[in-house]
DNA sequence: CACTCAACCTGCCGGC
DNA sequence: TGCCGGCAGGTTGAGT
């Protein structure tokens, strides 16, 4: 369900409200919610008891908050990805129990709890061990002020995510090599967009916007993007994720919210995303849906033709 | 190696 | 009212 700004918005209410408390207690609900945690249930409960939370940190659409225990550094995090459904809430403990409750933790100060709350269940939490930063990430790290999360230890991420790419909003997002990635790939733009270990954070509502700003049609082949297209879509992305992660994310439902709770207001600023039959807000031609991987693709016609050899 | 797509879940909505 | 198909913001891993 939730694409970067939503996650990022996440991460900042985690870091406000859980980063620097102490763990007391972790009771899993369901186990299918810590099935990535390979040791199993009672063991990713056991070894969180009494770890101090960290910064919260993000990658793409997976977050993570290190735990450390006495004044050790962190060696391992909590690990999380909210996959359609899921949500992380900081709650009053005489709150009453979500149905969806999957995971619950409670505190040493006896304060607020968090909870990991997941209908369908695609997402889900792990305790990964952390690793230096690659050789990629080193580079970055010559940069002072480089660092999107403000860690000023350094990169430093689970193993089990150093596939993921960098988010566009990342200021060591490397555009030159995403270019070339592209002109590299045989496949269509938007799924290009879509795959994270490319560009992170992007999902099928960023996507379809960012490909209406630019004025591409997502099933145009990779290879024939000119270096403006390349960029005009770069900065598509970054410019709809920026403004949606001001308008606290896209929330359709209830089931995107921040950590209290709050849906975000994003879907008023849509512009081509849900919008199947309603003016485009540029040329007043009709959006059109169609059928794009066992999901949806929006776009406008006029604004952004089908390519004569279309890919997807 | 690059790429595609079914599978993993629950709930809601519209059509019959 | 109820049943059924279709659809929903994501990722992985098996298969081509």
């Known amino acids: 369900m939730p694409e970067l700004p939503e996650v990022e918005t996440v991460r900042a209410g985690l870091q ?83 149905l969806h409750l999957r995971v619950r933790f409670t505190f040493t100060d006896a304060g607020r709890e968090l909870r990991f709350v997941d209908q369908r269940t695609f997402g889900g939490l792990a305790v990964e061990p952390l690793r230096a930063a690659s050789g990629a990430d080193l580079e970055a790290e010559q940069h002072p002020g480089g660092d999107p999360n403000g860690d000023p230890d350094g990169e430093r991420i689970p193993g089990v995510i150093a596939h993921i790419a960098r988010d566009p909003l990342d200021p060591a997002f490397d555009d030159a090599a995403f270019r070339r990635a592209l002109a590299r790939r045989r496949t269509g733009v938007k799924r290009a967009l879509l795959d994270q270990t490319l560009v992170s954070g992007i999902g099928n509502i960023y996507a379809d916007e960012a490909l209406w700003r630019a004025r591409l049609h997502g099933a145009r082949p990779t290879e024939t993007l000119n270096r403006p297209e390349a960029e005009r879509l770069l900065a598509g992305a970054r410019e709809v994720m920026t403004s949606a992660l001001a308008e606290g994310g896209t929330s359709f439902d209830a089931l995107y919210v921040n950590v209290n709770g709050q849906g975000g207001y994003f879907e008023r600023s849509l512009a081509v995303y849900g919008r199947a039959g309603l003016p485009c807000r540029r040329c007043g031609t009709p959006i059109r849906r169609d059928a794009f991987m066992n999901r949806s693709s929006f776009t406008c016609p006029r604004c952004q033709p089908r390519p004569r050899r279309a890919r997807w």
């Open 16 to 98: 406000r409200w859980v980063s620097g408390r102490t763990i007391a207690r972790v009771a899993v609900a369901h186990p299918r919610a810590v099935r990535r945690h390979v040791a199993g249930g009672p063991d990713f409960a056991a070894r969180l008891v009494d770890r101090r939370v960290g910064p919260a940190r993000r990658r793409g659409k997976y977050l993570w908050l290190p735990v450390g225990a006495g004044d050790t550094d962190p060696s391992e995090a909590v690990l999380a990805h909210l996959g359609m459904s899921g949500q992380l809430l900081v709650q009053e403990p005489d709150t009453p129990d979500q």
